[in-house]
């Protein structure tokens, strides 16, 4: 018999054929521009055609670069460990503790709902609660805990982890409460059967069977808080700036496009490998478990 | 005999509305094998899971070997569950699943592994050890949850639909093993099902249970052969069930209906007049040549003939327009040709003490 060949799906590649063109335009071809930005060289007042890595060079050894570099992965790690340490709670209580759907709901939506609000709302809120002015240090000045307005709460690292955290939060939520619901109830009750109270029970069943969700709850928000540039100008201060906004002043000010070109690239092998280390650590997890 | 479980007029009530168990008595010797049976809804799971632990009841207690332990948590009770869909962890191999129960008694290493291999080994799985739940066929995650709650030595081993999962074959050949692990062990087992087949097969004492209320305890061939209600009748085996009227109280009870008459033994509390439900298994019946003289004949129309391949068994009308079920063993399919076809009347006898009579129609 004749091999016959697998028709051509022509539905299937002009379903297709939009989000591709849309996908090359605007995403490969500005990447591949940049990238190729990267590798040019800084002639005031603008830029030369070139292939060298300087610019990349420049980036591990300047420590004005590396340290803003560093202090952004400390910055997405703080976050990521506090989000985790709100959100597991919450995720658990909702779906282990609280028996009206109702009101399971409710408290759902309670995180959720605030994404649909501007993001910029949300930052700016944090900026009028921690002010020397805002509502914290009014309250704190009012209730005699201070005898004056401190400006220690807002412009340095602890009021950006505090406000990323804050915007960020529901993408941990998220993931760790799917992860939680779709634990069976019979293995919980399983486990108290064979004699291990509740706290043996989150340590040694629970926990494990949701680490996926917390796998995916980590690597959405780090690499969401990574690339944030909007908080840090809000309240950030000057110790407070991170990896995007140098990158958004060598557009601008600094006017030094191709060592934003290879700043951007950086961020974004950091990212992709993540995401790469994440995708892995979850398929490991998905053959253990099944 | 000692009781091991003493369950005093327990009851539990969902949501302020659903009665699942209504004011239960019942006692289980140690080493009994008790069988909780009944449709779905009929509280029997209920029971179970307040045996456990996973559920409080209303009122009454639940006395573990003389223990009150009704409000105990289940992880310091002295029983273990082999649930339905098994309950395996599915992170943990087959061996850390049953060592998981293990690790919180004071054990060291060496003697935890001794015990999981000797479990494993109990039910037939040691070569599987190292395997994840999900590379185990059904019936290999059944025998891991069984080496998981038998490994802890409880007192009382509480089964839930613990063969509902698995087809056919394997369900007998499990019932057979299972029956032969209790004799083994010597411990008390509790299995909830709704399959009275296994009831039948597997227990030394079968509770029936009808809306949350015991409807009838006692051993398998008490329960078949002297049901006490119409219920039980239809649930235990197969009953015919025949709706009519005591027209005679001399000679034993006549009971009537159109174009029937049956004489019952003499039972009391029945008067003349009353209405009263009969019920006559279908294997109990013998056929009879038509015109035949003499009580209890029954003519009908056969509708199907069913080929069961040992037996057949005969769907027939009667004039009432009842369905009425007449079950013939086979010797050979030769057999066949000697019972009444589609189509054909038929007459059939019963004896006197092979009729049940009831006040009143429970199913």
Redesign the interface.
């Known amino acids: 018999m004749k091999a016959r060949k697998p028709p051509v799906n022509y539905l299937g590649l002009a379903v297709l054929s939009a989000p591709l063109v849309w996908a090359i335009i605007f995403m490969f071809i500005p990447y591949m521009i940049i990238l190729t930005y990267s590798f040019w060289i800084k002639k005031y007042p603008t830029f030369e055609p070139a292939f060298q890595f300087g610019n990349y060079v420049q980036i591990f050894t300047d420590p004005q670069y590396y340290q803003v570099l560093l202090r952004t992965m400390r910055i997405a790690a703080l976050v990521t460990f506090f989000s985790l340490l709100l959100a597991y709670p919450f995720a658990y209580y909702l779906v282990f503790k609280v028996r009206s759907a109702r009101l399971r709901l409710f408290l759902y939506m309670a995180v959720i709902l605030p994404l649909w609000v501007s993001y910029l709302l949300r930052a700016y809120t944090w900026k009028t609660i921690l002010g020397s002015q805002g509502v914290l240090n009014s309250f704190l000045v009012w209730s005699g805990l201070l005898s004056a307005p401190t400006d220690v709460l807002l412009y340095n690292q602890f009021s950006m982890v505090l406000t990323l955290t804050y915007i960020f939060i529901p993408f941990m939520v998220m993931p760790i409460y799917t992860a939680l619901e779709k634990i069976?109830r019979?293995?919980v009750?399983?486990?108290?059967?064979?004699?291990?109270?509740p706290l043996?029970v989150l340590i040694?069943?629970i926990w494990?069977?949701s680490l996926p969700g917390v796998l995916a709850g980590a690597t959405i928000t780090f690499c969401l808080t990574f690339g944030d540039f909007i908080a840090p100008i809000l309240v950030g201060g000057p110790d407070g700036s991170m990896i995007s906004n140098v990158i958004t002043s060598q557009y601008g000010t600094a006017l030094n496009w191709p060592l934003g070109s290879a700043l951007a690239i950086l961020m974004l092998v950091i990212v992709l490998a993540i995401i790469e280390v994440s995708d892995r650590l979850q398929k490991s997890e998905r053959i253990?478990?099944? | 005999m000692k009781s091991i479980i003493e369950i005093d007029n327990v009851s539990r009530t969902f949501g302020g509305k659903v009665v699942a168990v209504d004011n239960v008595q019942l006692d289980v010797a140690e080493g009994e094998f008790v069988t909780l049976l009944g449709p779905s809804g009929c509280g029997k799971t209920t029971l179970l899971r307040m045996l456990?632990?996973?559920e409080m009841p209303d009122q009454g207690a639940v006395r573990l070997d003389g223990k009150d332990v009704t409000f105990l948590?289940?992880?310091?009770r002295d029983?273990?569950?082999v649930?339905?869909?098994y309950?395996?962890?599915?992170?943990l191999t087959a061996a850390k699943n049953v060592a998981?129960?293990l690790e919180?008694?004071k054990l060291d290493r060496a003697e935890i592994a001794k015990q999981v291999e000797s479990a494993l080994q109990l039910v037939g799985l040691s070569a599987m050890a190292e395997r994840?739940?999900?590379?185990l066929s059904g019936g290999q995650r059944q025998r891991v949850a069984l080496a998981?709650?038998i490994v802890?030595r409880p007192r009382v081993l509480l089964l839930d639909e613990p063969l509902s999962a698995l087809d056919a074959n394997l369900r007998e050949a499990m019932q057979v093993e299972l029956k032969h692990l209790h004799n083994k062990l010597g411990i008390t087992f509790i299995m909830v099902t709704h399959d009275q087949t296994e009831a039948l097969v597997m227990s030394d004492r079968i509770v029936v249970m009808h809306r949350g209320r015991i409807a009838q305890a006692g051993t398998p061939s008490d329960l078949y052969d002297r049901p006490a209600s119409t219920y039980v009748a239809s649930f235990v085996g197969t009953s015919n069930i025949l709706e009519g009227t005591i027209v005679s109280m001399s000679d034993g009870i006549v009971f009537q209906q159109e174009g029937l008459t049956l004489r019952c033994p003499r039972l009391p509390g029945f008067s003349k007049g009353q209405r009263a439900v009969a019920a006559i298994r279908p294997e109990r019946l013998r056929i009879v040549a038509a015109g035949a003289q003499g009580v209890n004949v029954i003519a009908c129309t056969v509708e199907e003939r069913l080929f069961h391949g040992n037996s057949v068994r005969l769907r027939c009308r009667l004039a009432s327009g009842d369905v009425f079920l007449c079950d013939r063993q086979l010797n050979g399919s030769r057999d066949l040709g000697t019972l009444p076809d589609a189509g054909q009347a038929v007459h059939f006898a019963a004896d006197p003490d092979s009729i049940a009579l009831f006040q009143e129609d429970s199913r």
């Not at chain 2, 994840?132 to 590379?135: A, E, L, R, T, V």
């Open positions: 069976p019979n293995l009750e399983a486990a108290s059967d064979l004699g291990v109270p043996g040694k069943v494990p069977l253990s478990t099944g | 456990a632990g996973f948590p289940p992880y310091r029983v273990n569950m649930f339905q869909d309950a395996l962890f599915p992170h998981f129960g919180r008694q994840m739940p999900h590379q998981r709650a802890r």
